[in-house]
């Protein structure tokens, strides 16, 4: 695919590195002199320097023969702007990130046509969303929703009673499986025979319900019925609307005096609170430690880092952050915040899913990049269809994990069989992917 990017901040930086390992040809354009020569220094793309919303830019970057276009600067107006006049110019497909107050509501985290723009994107609503989803379960600290929301992968620490035993001991119930787990570093996909430790991260697929059902197994902790917002901005106000209607009492504290009037005036049923959320008095004043869950969600990463930590010492169960260089995901867990977020990586993962190929769905990456969740079309004529899975010779380091098809979604065993048009979800370290895909490539075509 012929793909131009613009705006190279941490979306569009992380874009590049996706779009270069999947072998696309892209232009990289930015205003700032710095950002392009960086990308043509780390990436093998082209780049242009500019304004790039303007006619002449984006008939220099071939917008008109551009299988996509991403606008992703951090000026919403210039995005959607350059989203409309690339589609103007004869771009397949355009996407604009649009991420202010003023365009949350539109979007609801993504919106397809909003003013003629093939896809708008509001990644801080996805954010909020996400971190509902993550609340309302059981422990997790990560949710990831595939094959269309039909399947559920979750991030959890084993701390239950099941510890110290074989999986094969574990009830889980059906349409669930631990596909993986990591101990000190080490990725682990494991047997029956293995036995997960207190500590240890699991990561848990199967059917939403029956992962709902399978949490408690792993984990001691409760969903979260009451939570307490530490930002009235676009991520608080999408996590109170994603929590309010399964019942969930919501606290807002929101350190500007006028936003929070307005916030008072238009969530009659969430509390808020005018202050601080690093205040420790203000926290202890509020009960932090009656929560289940503190989710800082200011547009300062220093404030979500430093208004989890007194959190957590406070006696939160569990502590969410979001932050906007995903670089310090890694810290911020280190330091003991339960669940980290960043909504630029967030967006990144739904505009790449926008320039897949009819081979491979969707990709996500886990622990770093050192795991990769991949969901496969599995094409007409391809090696793996209409065999049974014992019979395949899977790369190692590959892990099948569920089959969907028009009417189920089956955890699969040796016996069972991948038919043309099914989707497989595999979990896979990065170098095998590639073995991986072949398997599922049809001859001559994806379809």
């Known amino acids: 695919m012929y793909i131009v990017v613009i705006g190279l901040g941490e979306v569009?930086?992380?874009?590049?590195?996706?779009?270069?390992?999947?072998?696309?040809?892209?232009?990289a354009v930015d205003n700032d002199p710095v950002a392009t020569s960086n990308a043509e220094e780390?990436?093998?793309?082209?780049?242009?320097?500019?304004?790039?919303?303007?006619?002449?830019?984006?008939?220099?970057?071939g917008v008109g023969k551009a299988d996509l276009v991403v606008a992703v600067t951090n000026h919403d107006e210039v995005n959607l702007i350059a989203a409309l006049a690339a589609k103007q110019l004869g771009a397949k497909t355009v996407v604009a990130r649009a991420q202010g107050n003023e365009w949350a509501r539109w979007t609801e985290g993504i919106r397809y046509g909003l003013l003629g723009v093939d896809v708008v994107i509001n990644p801080r609503v996805l954010v909020g969303q996400e971190l509902g989803r993550i609340a309302w379960s059981h422990g997790a600290v990560d949710v990831l929703h595939l094959a269309s929301d039909r399947v559920e992968l979750v991030e959890m620490e084993m701390t239950s009673r099941m510890a110290n035993k074989p999986l094969s001991k574990i009830p889980l119930p059906v349409g669930t499986l631990v596909a993986a787990y990591v101990r000190d570093g080490e990725i682990v996909v494991p047997g029956g025979a293995d036995v997960l430790l207190p500590g240890d991260t699991v990561y848990l697929i199967g059917t939403?319900?029956?992962?709902?059902?399978?949490?408690?197994?792993?984990?001691?902790?409760?969903?979260?019925?009451?939570?307490?917002?530490?930002?009235?901005?676009?991520?608080?106000?999408?996590?109170?609307?994603?929590v309010l209607p399964q019942g969930a009492k919501v606290t807002i504290v929101e350190k500007d005096a006028n936003v929070a009037l307005k916030l008072a005036a238009e969530h009659p049923d969430v509390l808020i609170h005018?202050?601080?959320?690093?205040?420790?008095?203000?926290?202890?004043?509020?009960?932090?430690?009656?929560?289940?869950?503190c989710a800082c969600v200011t547009r300062q990463d220093e404030v979500n880092l430093m208004a989890a930590l007194i959190a957590k010492r406070a006696g939160v169960p569990r502590a969410a952050a979001i932050v906007d260089d995903a670089e310090y995901a890694t810290i911020y867990r280190q330091l003991g915040i339960d669940i980290v977020l960043s909504p630029r990586t967030l967006a990144s993962h739904h505009i790449s899913r926008v320039a897949r190929t009819s081979l491979v769905q969707s990709l996500h990456q886990l622990e770093g990049g050192r795991i990769e969740v991949v969901e496969l079309y599995a094409a007409r004529g391809a090696v793996i269809v209409d065999k049974p899975l014992r019979r395949l010779r899977l790369p190692k380091g590959v892990l099948l994990c569920a089959i969907i098809t028009d009417d189920e979604v089956v955890i699969p065993r040796g016996d069972d069989v991948v038919r043309h048009g099914d989707r497989v979800i595999a979990m896979t370290i990065g170098a095998a992917r590639p073995g991986l895909e072949r398997l599922f490539r049809g001859k001559g075509t994806d379809r």
């Open 42 to 61: 780390h990436f093998d793309v082209s780049t242009l320097t500019g304004y790039g919303a303007s006619q002449e830019i984006l008939d220099m970057a």
């Open 274 to 293: 005018h202050g601080d959320g690093t205040d420790s008095k203000l926290l202890e004043e509020l009960e932090v430690d009656s929560y289940d869950l």
């Open 12 to 27: 569009g930086r992380h874009l590049l590195s996706v779009l270069q390992h999947e072998g696309h040809d892209v232009v």
């Open 208 to 242: 939403p319900d029956a992962v709902l059902q399978a949490e408690s197994l792993f984990s001691t902790k409760r969903e979260a019925r009451r939570i307490i917002i530490i930002g009235g901005g676009v991520v608080g106000q999408a996590l109170a609307r994603e």
